[in-house]
């Protein structure tokens, strides 16, 4: 029990989720390695959800080879512009495949969402390969949307993709 009454009453908070799209998937990532390694008392992180995760890295990897130097290019300089103090495209906050700490991710399960048009796409089913040769003893998931781009969800809610993955969110919490 905490200082704040209404959570006291309403949440449990040994039944907590994190998810987060595009770079809130990142947040959501770094947010279940942090409950791993610090192991916060009273608290149990059942699960993450990962809608389109906005990792990158230096080395192209599957359909990122056909993509365009410009647009490789834009995706790097876009993290350089919101991370400044950033070492770069493999820096672990980017590309979790660097970080030496994935091992310790601090829930059970993780679901990650992917759309087949959008050019992250392969770096969701490549978290899920390495998350899974991390030692982490969980189990992941992954949902590809056919036909989508990145985010597509927020710009047509009720299309069947959208209803899909929100009914396969609401399975992998119940």
Not at 73 to 90: K, M
Request: with cysteine.
């Amino acid at each position: 029990m905490g200082p704040e009454e209404w959570l006291n009453r309403h949440a449990d908070l040994n039944r907590v989720f994190f998810s987060g799209d595009s770079a809130g998937a990142n947040i959501a990532h770094h947010m279940g390695l942090r409950v791993g390694s610090e192991k916060p008392v009273g608290f149990k992180l059942n699960g993450i959800v990962l809608v389109h995760p906005y990792f990158w890295g230096e080395e192209p990897i599957g359909g990122e080879l056909a993509l365009g130097e410009s647009h490789r290019n834009l995706l790097a300089t876009l993290w350089r512009f919101c991370y400044p103090l950033t070492s770069g495209s493999d820096d672990p906050l980017y590309n979790p495949g660097k970080d030496p700490k994935l091992g310790e991710m601090g829930c059970e399960k993780v679901l990650v969402c992917v759309a087949e048009k959008d050019s992250l796409k392969d770096r969701g089913w490549y978290y899920s390969e390495l998350l899974k040769k991390s030692g982490w003893n969980g189990v992941v998931e992954v949902m590809e949307a056919k036909e989508e781009q990145h985010v597509f969800h927020l710009f047509n809610p009720t299309c069947d993709n959208a209803v899909a993955m929100l009914k396969k969110i609401v399975s992998f919490m119940n």
